[in-house]
Nanobody
Framework: QVQLVESGGGLVQAGGSLRLSCVASVILVRDNDMGWYRQAVGKQRELVATITSSGITAYADSVKGRFTISRDNAKNTVYLQMNSLKPEDAGVYYC??????????????WGQGTQVTVSI
C-alpha cells in the first residue's frame, strides 16, 4: 500500500520559513508527478506546487517566488520550501502522487497532511 508521510509543519511567524517533507513508500517519486496541496479552514483544497516525473515544476500564482518544490530521489522524498510565509498560507498541507497531476483531478495517492499555522 502506497504511503506518503508528511512532516515539517508547525507554527511560524509571518515572514518566516518552513520546509515540508514527504517520504514515499512503494512508489518512486522520480516515476510520478508529485504535488503539494493545501486546505485552509472553510476553503477548498488547492494545488500549490507540482513536480513532474521529468522534474518540471509549477506553482500556484499565490506562492510563486516564495515556495520551491524539489525532490531527492535517493531518499524518495519530496520537499516544499516555504519562505516569506503569510497568514493566508496557513492550512493543512497534503502531499499527493499520481502518474499525472492536473488541476481539477484528484490524485491517486494522498498523505495524511501536516498543519501549517502562520501568526501575524
Amino acid at each position: 500500500q502506497v504511503q506518503l508521510v508528511e512532516s515539517g509543519g508547525g507554527l511560524v511567524q509571518a515572514g518566516g520559513s518552513l520546509r515540508l517533507s514527504c517520504v514515499a513508500s512503494v512508489i518512486l517519486v522520480r516515476d510520478n508527478d508529485m504535488g503539494w496541496y493545501r486546505q485552509a479552514v472553510g476553503k477548498q483544497r488547492e494545488l500549490v506546487a507540482t513536480i513532474t516525473s521529468s522534474g518540471i515544476t509549477a506553482y500556484a500564482d499565490s506562492v510563486k517566488g516564495r515556495f520551491t518544490i524539489s525532490r531527492d530521489n535517493a531518499k524518495n522524498t519530496v520537499y516544499l520550501q516555504m519562505n516569506s510565509l503569510k497568514p493566508e498560507d496557513a492550512g493543512v498541507y497534503y502531499c499527493a502522487a499520481d502518474r499525472v497531476i492536473v488541476v481539477g483531478k484528484n490524485p491517486r495517492d494522498w498523505g495524511q497532511g501536516t498543519q501549517v499555522t502562520v501568526s501575524i
